[in-house]
């Protein structure tokens, strides 16, 4: 309807179950998501929201009919932090808190997930910060990069698109550097180099 190119499901148990107000009904989801898959003629990405995805995960999605993964891993923003500061109650905020460290790591998520399926298209987000975590995530065996919160306070100031394109412009001379650093020639050099060595 709005001619959109792919459609993007996340995934948010964690959040749904600290927020006061979240919906923990995840019952049959699986079978929904192979119907969405089905019923679609654009490619379903399947993501998390920064407590990642695994290979056993990854590779249940992909047989539902999933066409590529974003792993979201833990270790940059945490919804289950969000939602412990939005709590008014103690029990409420103590609950949220016990999960801030909840999750598989980005890093680890990206390899688990580009070994267990070679071919299937992986975004490495969850934590990203520079050029570096991007050159790292690619490195690791994800075909693309991605980073929410760092946008966030520069696409709220005064001048946001300025602001935005000057700070994705740095970590496209970071990623440069870190290639140029490492040996990789091009994107495809970079691809796996960290995976093939382990
Ligand atoms: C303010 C904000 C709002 C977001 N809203 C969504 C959303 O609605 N759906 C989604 O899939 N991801 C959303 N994200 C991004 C993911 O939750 C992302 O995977 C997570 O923030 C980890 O990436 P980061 O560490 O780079 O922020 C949002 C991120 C931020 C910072």
Redesign the pocket.
């Known amino acids: 309807m709005i001619e959109a190119d792919a459609l993007?499901l996340?995934l948010n148990p964690l959040q749904e179950a600290v927020q006061p107000e979240g919906n923990t009904n995840f019952k049959g989801l699986l079978a929904k998501i192979e119907q969405v898959c089905r019923a679609l003629p654009v490619p379903v990405i399947a993501?998390?929201?920064?407590n990642g995805i695994g290979a056993a995960t990854a590779r249940r999605l992909i047989e539902a009919g999933v066409w590529g993964i974003?792993v979201?891993g833990a270790?940059?923003?945490s919804?289950s932090e969000v939602e412990r500061f939005r709590h008014t109650t103690d029990a409420g905020n103590r609950v949220a808190g016990a999960f801030a460290g909840w999750g598989i790591p980005t890093t680890e998520a990206i390899r688990q997930v580009r070994a267990a399926l070679p071919h299937v298209p992986l975004i490495g987000?969850?934590?990203?910060?520079s050029g570096v975590d991007l050159a790292k995530a690619i490195a690791l065996g994800a075909d693309i990069g991605?980073?929410?919160?760092?946008a966030?306070g520069p696409a709220s100031g005064a001048q946001a698109t300025e602001a935005v394109i000057t700070g994705l412009g740095a970590y496209i001379a970071e990623l440069r550097v870190a290639m140029f650093c490492s040996g990789c020639a091009n994107l495809q050099a970079l691809r796996g180099l960290a995976l093939e060595r382990m």
């Open positions: 993007i996340h993501k998390e929201v920064g974003d979201a270790g940059g923003t919804w987000s969850g934590g990203v910060r991605a980073t929410a919160k760092p966030l």
